[in-house]
Nanobody, 128 residues
Framework: QVQLVESGGGLVQAGGSLRLSCAASGRTFSRYVMAWFRQAPGKERECVAAISWSGNNKWYTDSVKGRFAISRDNVKNTGYLQMNSLKPEDTAVYYC?????????????????????WGQGTQVTVSS
């Protein structure tokens, strides 16, 4: 069983920054693909960023490229999402997710259905 606990959400003004953390249980965290998803009111959940378990392969949705950075610390069993230049349209509940069945160090997925475990979510609100 894997438990994911997000932290770092909050209220920030447009142009500001937040850093989300996702603390994971499990001795094989270094073999989990991780991703951050978000869901805004009235919208479907979307993948924001994903990272392979090696940390060398990353993906970002177009709307956050150049502003967000996904990373991971396999010693601390923690994933991160650094969010800069935040915009009101970034307002959403952010979820971290873990995919435990990756077979290669370069693999990642942006499909919600591929992920086995989810955190409880953390609210990010960006005021204009």
């Amino acid at each position: 069983q894997v438990q994911l606990v997000e932290s770092g959400g909050g209220l920030v003004q447009a142009g500001g920054s937040l850093r989300l953390s996702c603390a994971a249980s499990g001795r094989t965290f270094s073999r989990y693909v991780m991703a951050w998803f978000r869901q805004a009111p009235g919208k479907e959940r979307e993948c924001v960023a994903a990272i392979s378990w090696s940390g060398n392969n990353k993906w970002y949705t177009d709307s956050v490229k150049g502003r967000f950075a996904i990373s991971r610390d396999n010693v601390k069993n923690t994933g991160y999402l650094q969010m800069n230049s935040l915009k009101p349209e970034d307002t959403a509940v952010y979820y971290c997710a873990a995919l435990t069945r990756a077979l290669t160090r370069t693999y990642y997925s942006t499909r919600e259905d591929d992920y086995d475990y989810w955190g409880q979510g953390t609210q990010v609100t960006v005021s204009s």
